[in-house]
């Protein structure tokens, strides 16, 4: 870690937490619980989150100072073992906004005690003894449901009751990125029931892919069609796909956009994360497969709307194709980042049990 970068050998060693913990379902009631899956959402609980975020976005657009009381008194810490522009600067955002306050490692994690060595389950341990609740993004599949697992356990020992919060786990999920893609969808479509929704990309290691379909499933979404356009080697894992089907989601696979672009209510570009690549051989082969630009746009719907979850590369062609699909009505995406902000103050005014919006 010393040097910005994690051992590959050590990628799978949050795995087992995976079976070693069950994360809580909502079931109405998020005071006190730990987000690190779309799992732990129906579509009740969704509803909820969407009426608290609208009501939330209102006040925010009326400068209301009541919002400022609903984490008043009340830490959040971030912990970012990956790199993160929106996640953690919309989380810090949110917090504030919300009158609460924020503690991160004066120098970034890097020159915490990980630089010495510390592992995982004592770092959270720490960090659980000082805030409220810890926004964790690690490069290890399985790293929030250890945090998780040890926190709880650290829950028998303190006087805190620290909550962990996913910001990311490795290629496996990123819930709270779902949640306001979801939300989104909702906002502009007024409906997620009926859609036809292709993600395009990498599906193998797009964790926010492996999150929103899960979420779309979870939502048990009526007459909704999801259509996965990738390349076979980043084709969406089985495991995302079997759980997909056993909720009953309709589910086109496909390497060719234009079987589905035409019938598409919402795009999700995404980007092929090069990070997560062992062989750069094979990173470079796959890079340029599918290229959002304007003529590709051109293509779809009058009403369609596309998304991304950002950063974006040369997935979406030149700095020239970016404005020019910047100025596109139907794009979203910085609505989309907004939108971030504000889900995640309701979660957070959520989870925190805050006074209710
Ligand atoms: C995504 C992520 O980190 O998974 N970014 C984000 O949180 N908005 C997507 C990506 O990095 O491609």
């Given at each position: 870690?010393?040097?910005g970068?994690?051992?590959?050998?050590?990628?799978?060693?949050?795995?087992?937490?995976?079976?070693?913990?069950?994360?809580?379902?909502?079931?109405?009631?998020?005071?006190?619980?730990?987000?690190?899956?779309?799992?732990?959402?129906?579509?009740?609980?969704?509803?909820?989150?969407?009426?608290?975020?609208l009501s939330?976005?209102?006040?925010m657009?009326?400068?209301?100072?009541?919002?400022?009381q609903?984490?008043?008194?009340?830490?959040?810490?971030?912990?970012?073992?990956?790199?993160?522009?929106?996640?953690?600067?919309?989380?810090?955002?949110?917090?504030?906004?919300?009158?609460?306050?924020?503690?991160?490692?004066?120098?970034?994690?890097?020159?915490?005690?990980?630089?010495?060595?510390?592992?995982?389950?004592?770092?959270?341990?720490?960090?659980g003894?000082?805030?409220?609740?810890?926004?964790?993004r690690?490069?290890?599949?399985?790293?929030?449901?250890?945090?998780?697992?040890?926190?709880?356990?650290?829950?028998?020992q303190?006087?805190?009751?620290?909550?962990?919060?996913?910001?990311?786990?490795?290629?496996g999920?990123?819930?709270?990125?779902?949640?306001?893609?979801?939300?989104?969808?909702?906002?502009?479509?007024?409906?997620i029931?009926?859609?036809?929704?292709?993600?395009?990309?990498?599906?193998?290691?797009?964790?926010?892919?492996?999150?929103?379909?899960?979420?779309?499933?979870?939502?048990?979404?009526?007459?909704?069609?999801?259509?996965?356009?990738?390349?076979?080697?980043?084709?969406m894992?089985?495991?995302?796909?079997?759980?997909?089907?056993?909720?009953?989601?309709?589910?086109n696979?496909?390497?060719?956009?234009?079987?589905?672009?035409?019938?598409?209510?919402?795009?999700?570009?995404?980007?092929?994360?090069?990070?997560?690549f062992?062989?750069?051989?094979?990173?470079?082969?796959?890079?340029?497969?599918?290229?959002?630009?304007?003529?590709?746009?051109?293509?779809?719907?009058?009403?369609?709307?596309?998304?991304?979850?950002?950063?974006?590369?040369?997935?979406m062609?030149?700095?020239?194709?970016?404005?020019?699909?910047?100025?596109d009505?139907?794009?979203?995406?910085?609505?989309?980042?907004?939108?971030?902000?504000?889900?995640r103050?309701?979660?957070?005014?959520?989870?925190?049990?805050?006074?209710?919006?």
């Amino acid at each position: 870690m010393s040097n910005g970068t994690v051992n590959r050998t050590d990628l799978r060693q949050s795995e087992r937490f995976l079976s070693l913990y069950t994360p809580p379902k909502i079931a109405g009631e998020f005071t006190g619980k730990h987000i690190i899956s779309v799992e732990q959402f129906d579509r009740h609980d969704l509803q909820i989150l969407f009426d608290a975020t609208l009501s939330i976005r209102r006040r925010m657009r009326q400068h209301d100072r009541g919002l400022l009381q609903l984490t008043a008194g009340r830490l959040m810490a971030t912990l970012f073992y990956e790199a993160s522009t929106r996640t953690d600067l919309s989380f810090q955002a949110a917090m504030r906004h919300l009158g609460g306050e924020v503690v991160a490692a004066s120098n970034g994690v890097q020159f915490s005690s990980i630089y010495k060595g510390e592992n995982l389950a004592d770092t959270v341990r720490a960090v659980g003894c000082y805030a409220d609740v810890i926004v964790l993004r690690h490069p290890n599949v399985g790293s929030s449901y250890e945090a998780a697992y040890y926190l709880d356990l650290l829950r028998e020992q303190v006087i805190r009751q620290p909550l962990v919060i996913s910001g990311g786990d490795g290629i496996g999920e990123h819930p709270t990125q779902a949640l306001l893609d979801i939300f989104t969808i909702f906002d502009c479509k007024h409906r997620i029931d009926g859609l036809n929704i292709t993600l395009v990309g990498d599906l193998r290691h797009g964790r926010t892919v492996h999150s929103l379909a899960k979420l779309i499933a979870r939502y048990e979404a009526q007459d909704t069609t999801l259509n996965f356009v990738a390349p076979d080697e980043l084709r969406m894992p089985e495991n995302v796909l079997n759980y997909i089907r056993e909720q009953g989601i309709a589910v086109n696979e496909t390497d060719n956009l234009y079987d589905v672009l035409g019938e598409t209510d919402v795009i999700y570009w995404t980007r092929v994360q090069e990070e997560r690549f062992e062989d750069p051989d094979s990173y470079e082969a796959i890079k340029d497969r599918f290229i959002m630009t304007p003529a590709v746009l051109a293509q779809a719907k009058d009403d369609v709307i596309l998304m991304h979850p950002l950063p974006r590369k040369h997935e979406m062609g030149t700095p020239a194709d970016h404005d020019a699909l910047d100025a596109d009505p139907r794009t979203v995406y910085f609505k989309q980042m907004e939108n971030g902000m504000f889900v995640r103050m309701a979660l957070l005014a959520k989870v925190l049990g805050g006074l209710w919006v």
